[in-house]
C-alpha cells in the first residue's frame, strides 16, 4: 500500500463518507449550489448560506446564541465585517486556481491572513474559531481549501505527513493550515489528477474530495466508530 493519504484505499474511504455521512453530503452540495447561483463567493448574498453551512457542519455551539441568519446582528454581522476587511485576500485567492494548480507559495501570506482573522478569539466567536475558519475557507474555495478538524488532523499525524497532537486542540494554526494545503496538493499532484477527480462525482469539488478521504482515515485511525460496507 502506497504511502500518504491518497493510496489505494481512496476510493474505498469515499465511499464510506458517501455511505456515512449523507447529511454532510446534502449539505456541501447545497452550499456549492448557492456559490454559483449567487454569482460567486464574495458576493454579500452567499454569506447567508456560509452560516447555514457552518451549523451543518456541527459548529453552531462556538458561534454563539444569537440570531445566526440575520446580516444585521450576531455571527453573521460578524462574519460579514471580517469578510469586508479582508476583501483584498479573498480576491487573491478566488484568482489563486485550483489546488493542483495553484502556487501556493505565492498565496502563503493571503491564506495566513485570512485563516488568523477568521479564527481569532474574539472575531467570531468568544473562543478561538480555527476549525470554523477552515470550514469558511472551504465554502468560499472549495477547488482549493481543505477543511481541517481532529480527523483530518489525525490523519496527516498517522501518515507521517505533519505533527499534529492527539488533544482537542491539535496544534491548529495558520502555519499547519497551509502545511495541509500544500500536503494535499502535493497528494493529489502524486496521485494524478484524473485518477483523484474519479474517486467521487464529477461535480464534487477537488478540496471536499481530499476531505473525504482524511476524514475517513482519521476516524477509522481513532477505531471510534463501526463502519458501514462501501
Known sequence: MSAGLLNERARDCVALYDAGFVHYNLIADGVYRARKKVGGP???EFERFIVAGLLGFDMGRTMGREDRYSLNMGFARRLHDCLVRL???LQELLE???LPAANLPGLRRAIGRIYDSLSARGTLSTKSFHVGATKILHWLFPDLCIMLDQNV???FSASGLIDFKGTTQPGYCSQKYFE?????QEEVRCFGLARFVSLDEAETPIARIFDKVAFVTGLQTSRQRAWPSA
Open 42 to 44: 464574495l458576493q454579500p
Open 153 to 155: 488532523a489525525r490523519a
Open 87 to 89: 476583501r483584498s485576500d
Open 180 to 184: 495541509c494545503i500544500q500536503m494535499a
Open 96 to 98: 489563486g486556481g485550483t
